[in-house]
């Protein structure tokens, strides 16, 4: 019972979350650029959102002649339902308990937590892949190809930038590597090579810029997207955004200490108190990622593709397989130092 | 061409292809520099924009937007349907029907001719002011009021009820700035071709 109400919060803050970023985007990009954004929907501009989702089921909904109709529709499906299942084992607080009942703000816990989350993205690149194949489209082809290209070479350097981290704390479980951080100072303090390593590789899995190749308008018009409209469209920009907001909060987790508030646990407060501080902590630090997204974009030109492919294999996997190699060493070293 | 280079003009600059540094290359150092420079921009007070419809650019008086067809003093049309305006204009955007002037409409109508159609379209004008330095009856002007825009055509075809300019003297438009007695003297003055 209590993970139904859980699980249905979750999807619902997911899904506003996304819904507001577009609008938060827009502004933040406005701000940054010395313009106002938008400020005609509603007082300042919130309920642009809204007007997006209405123009975007009103606009046609068109299928190429030639594309793969079933797979057409498939694609926009997988690159959403992929996004949003991520976010069930992120944990998002400690438990909460309202008139005896019992909710655990983690949807679930796995074993296996990070090891899920990488499984979910790498289906995420079919969504992408099918999308731009089903279209027959060049340009969208293309988007695909180099969507999947880039997201399997920067999938090996994020995975080997967390290696370090769970040789570290012993275990994949989301909510082990939270209860070691509490317990032995956050992830990016001991793992900031990793940390910097995971954060590069995630702009580049969101396909956010400066690695936003797939849908790199200047050469490949829409990129991957092209010859999608109306919600179908809607699906895919709306999945990105999902994406980005669960990243930050995988990122806050992992290095963050997710839910962990220092000094937190000497104030002896109630236990619900905790929790909810924890999470409005947690929150906290998932969009201060969401804004460093937005802000980088805004910020900086987008890599070519070559670049791009040579910062994943060049720099960014043996950087890994370095942070590997110190985390192993400090292993053989600590020993001799602390006996 | 042989010989040294030279530039042709001052604003010419002359481009490096030098080795980048070790902090450029490893680009995080600039990037993060870049970062700061956007972050500034952010929390900057000071922005641009003119929200148009609420807000408007300060225009001169002597702008040229949308026409007036104007009274004489008692209130009386000045334009006599001669069609000089429609002739001067290069976009062909004025039409004009005309007639004779009733017994018992001297108050209406300064002259015994009249327009009782009178169009400008305003997707053709192109808001040069040829019309009003056409007009012998110093009856139409440009003003510094726009057209304001729309979704279709058709509300574009300016009739006589928005051109002219109401009966109420304080409804009147004010274009002292464009009729200056210099502009009345220039129109005037028989050394300019037009005026012979």
Not at chain 1, 47 to 72: C, I, S, T, W, Y
Not at chain 1, 83 to 104: E, K, S
Not at chain 2, 41 to 51: E, G, M, N
Not at chain 2, 179 to 189: E, G, I, R, S, Y
């Amino acid at each position: 019972m209590s993970i139904w109400i859980f699980l249905i919060a979750l999807l619902v803050v997911t899904l506003t979350v996304a819904a507001y970023s577009t609008y938060g985007e827009r502004k933040v990009a406005a701000l940054l650029q010395d313009r106002i954004g938008p400020d005609r929907a509603g007082p300042l501009g919130l309920l642009q959102p809204l007007a997006d989702g209405v123009k975007m089921f009103m606009k046609e909904d068109f299928v190429p002649a030639g594309a793969n109709k079933r797979l057409f529709v498939f694609g926009p499906a997988i690159a959403m339902t992929t996004a949003l299942l991520t976010g069930v084992v992120v944990p998002w607080g400690g438990t909460l308990t309202i008139g005896g009942l019992t909710i655990n703000l983690q949807g679930a816990d796995p074993e296996i937590g990070i090891l899920y989350v990488f499984a979910m993205v790498s289906i995420g690149v079919y969504g992408i892949m099918l999308g731009g194949w089903a279209s027959n489209n060049k340009y969208a082809l293309l988007g695909a190809v180099r969507a999947a290209s880039q997201m399997v070479s920067y999938e090996l350097a994020m995975g080997l930038s967390i290696a370090g981290l769970v040789m570290l704390t012993g275990t994949l479980s989301l909510s082990g590597i939270v209860a070691y951080q509490a317990a032995n100072g956050w992830g990016i303090l001991m793992q900031p090579l990793g940390f910097l390593i995971f954060l590069v590789c995630a702009f580049a899995e969101t396909n956010r810029a400066p690695f936003d190749m797939p849908e790199c308008e200047t050469e490949l018009v829409g990129g991957y997207h092209t010859e999608f409209s109306s919600m179908k469209l809607g699906f895919y920009l709306f999945a990105e955004y999902v994406n980005m907001f669960i990243t930050s909060a995988v990122i806050a987790t992992l290095f963050f200490g997710a839910y962990h508030v220092p000094g937190l646990a000497a104030l002896d407060l109630p236990p619900n108190a905790v929790t909810l501080i924890g999470l409005a902590a947690m929150f906290a630090k998932t969009f201060f990622f969401v804004f460093l997204f937005w802000w980088v974009r805004w910020s900086t030109p987008r890599f070519r593709f070559d670049q791009l492919m040579g910062l994943g294999w060049k720099v960014l996997l043996p950087l890994a397989v370095l942070n590997i190699l110190l985390t192993g060493g400090w292993y053989f070293i600590k020993p001799l130092i602390q006996p | 061409m042989s010989g040294a280079w030279e530039p042709l003009t001052g604003r010419s600059e002359m481009v490096s292809d030098k080795k980048m540094t070790l902090s450029e290359r490893i680009y995080l150092p600039v990037f993060i520099g870049g970062l700061l420079i956007t972050i500034r921009h952010f929390f900057r007070r000071k922005r641009p924009t003119i929200k148009y419809p609420e807000q408007q650019r300060p225009r001169p008086a002597i702008y040229r937007g949308q026409h007036v067809l104007k009274r004489d003093e008692q209130g009386r049309e000045r334009c006599t349907a001669c069609g000089l305006c429609a002739v001067a204009c290069p976009a062909e955007a004025i039409t004009m029907t005309s007639a004779e002037r009733k017994p018992g409409e001297e108050h209406l109508y300064r002259e015994e001719k009249y327009a009782t159609v009178y169009e400008i379209d305003m997707l053709r004008c192109i808001f040069c002011g040829d019309c009003e330095d056409a007009c012998p009856k110093e009856a139409i002007f440009l003003t510094d009021r726009i057209v304001e825009a729309d979704h279709l055509r058709m509300p574009f075809v300016f009739g006589k009820d928005e051109l002219v300019e109401p009966m109420d003297p304080a409804g009147r438009v004010d274009v002292s700035k464009r009729q200056t007695p210099a502009v009345l003297a220039f129109k005037k003055d028989t050394r300019h071709k037009h005026n012979r």
